[in-house]
């Protein structure tokens, strides 16, 4: 099993490109994650979804957008990226059965805008 | 609103015994996480307490007090691979994780 995968791991955007990263995850799980990380913080939850054809907003979802067609993947989309949206992103799943259940992490996109 | 402070560094010897503070303010509780992330790298799941107590993991512990609002993770035989951040996490009660910002852990020899 691959896990949960990323890609691209590294991007470089100018101030108003779009992108999309994408997130797949082979475990079965119905519950998907995109998080930033940024130096001195937390992880921020962006949008999540508990499963296929649902999603919902995190704690800074201004600026992003997700689709979870199929229940493997969960797309992150930056329509019209800015400096501020510089950060490494992570994608999570988690199986969705209890609440103390633990995520599993990709390895992570970094993304610079400039 | 919710909180979670932890020290930003530590540093400790190989060999030795290392305890990473963590406390929460919250208006709901429904547990406490604490993940391992290496530099570079995603984190990956340490431990889970929700009741008060210790629960130990080979090398790792974690302690939870629910009324003082306060964990903490024991490193016992640190190894040079430990070198890492140490996430300290809290689920609120609409089960949302807060992360912490993380405590760097440099291992010396």
């Known amino acids: 099993n691959a896990g949960v995968t990323q890609t691209p791991k590294f991007r470089v955007l100018k101030t108003g490109q779009s992108m999309t990263l994408l997130c797949a995850q082979d475990?079965?799980?119905?519950?998907m994650y995109w998080y930033r990380q940024d130096p001195g913080m937390g992880l921020r939850l962006i949008h999540y979804?508990?499963?296929?054809?649902?999603?919902a907003k995190g704690e800074v979802p201004d600026g992003y957008n997700v689709s979870r067609l199929k229940k493997q993947n969960f797309l992150l989309g930056l329509e019209s990226a800015a400096p501020s949206q510089t950060s490494v992103y992570f994608c999570?799943?988690?199986?969705?059965?209890?609440?103390?259940?633990?995520?599993?992490f990709g390895p992570g996109t970094r993304l610079l805008v400039l | 609103g919710q909180n979670i402070d932890q020290p930003t560094e530590m540093t400790a010897t190989e060999g030795a015994i290392v305890q990473i503070n963590c406390t929460y303010q919250?208006?709901?509780?429904?547990?406490l996480f604490w993940y391992q992330q290496h530099a570079g790298e995603a984190p990956t799941f340490l431990s889970y307490?929700?009741l008060d107590g210790l629960e130990e993991k080979g090398r790792f512990s974690s302690f939870l007090s629910r009324s003082k609002g306060y964990s903490y993770l024991l490193l016992k035989e640190l190894q040079m691979k430990d070198s890492a951040s140490y996430l300290c996490?809290?689920?609120?009660?609409?089960?949302?994780?807060?992360w912490g910002a993380g405590t760097k852990l440099i291992i010396k020899p």
């Open positions: 999570a799943s988690s199986p969705g059965e209890a609440h103390q259940e633990t995520q599993y």
């Open positions: 475990m079965n799980h119905e519950y």
């Open positions: 979804s508990v499963g296929e054809g649902t999603t």
């Open positions: 919250t208006s709901g509780f429904n547990g």
């Open positions: 307490n929700v």
């Open positions: 996490v809290f689920m609120d009660s609409n089960y949302q994780l807060i």
